[in-house]
């Protein structure tokens, strides 16, 4: 792909009389290197749980890679009492140390926010968590935590990167996606496709 920049420089004396100027600017497009669509309610559960990889999608040809979008499940570990700062550094350390906590957001002496694994998908939805799914007893003890499971309604979406970025092979590699696995996105993205065409 070639650039040009051009710079032009006007002196007053180049315009002396004029009193109209008309600029035409044209840019370039650059092209795209990936698409994403959002999931059907229905795959969302195994988005958090199982995840997808680009094999799942083998039918589809150009494809590079793909990544996967979701949101996780944010949880406030509330102490009965306020803590110290020793102690709030002694849990952070736990935390981030802990294999089932994806994530440490705000330290507070109040509380602590963390994002633990998707794969608590379930018991995340039904609100059957509880501390002892992820934290020891004795930190649960020693902290006398309580959980709040901040309100969330799980969500996600695929974003396809194709080899060959270009405004062709963009919407050639989409409507294989959309063609061929159509049944995980949401219709609207469906529609809005054919529509386009």
Do not use: C
Not at 13 to 32: C, H, M, Q, T, W
Not at 65 to 91: A, H, R, V
């Amino acid at each position: 792909m070639s650039v040009w920049k051009e710079i032009n420089t006007i002196k007053k004396a180049d315009i002396n009389g004029v009193k109209e100027i008309k600029l035409d600017i044209r840019g370039i497009y650059f092209p795209s290197s990936s698409f994403t669509f959002m999931l059907k309610d229905e795959y969302v559960r195994r988005l958090y749980m199982n995840g997808f990889t680009k094999g799942d999608f083998n039918k589809v040809g150009g494809l590079k890679e793909i990544e996967l979008y979701k949101w996780g499940f944010m949880i406030d570990l509330k102490f009965k009492t306020p803590i110290t700062q020793e102690q709030l550094s002694n849990l952070v350390t736990y935390l981030e140390d802990n294999p089932d906590i994806e994530s440490v957001g705000y330290q507070g002496t109040d509380y602590v926010r963390v994002s633990i694994l998707t794969t608590f998908y379930d018991k995340f939805t039904s609100n059957t968590l509880v501390a002892e799914d992820f934290l020891s007893e004795e930190v649960i003890t020693n902290y006398q935590i309580t959980i709040k499971p901040l309100n969330h309604t799980p969500f996600g979406g695929i974003t396809f990167i194709i080899n060959y970025p270009s405004s062709i092979w963009h919407k050639i590699v989409m409507y294989d996606v959309l063609n061929k696995y159509s049944k995980f996105f949401v219709i609207e993205d469906w529609m809005k496709w054919k529509g386009a065409k």
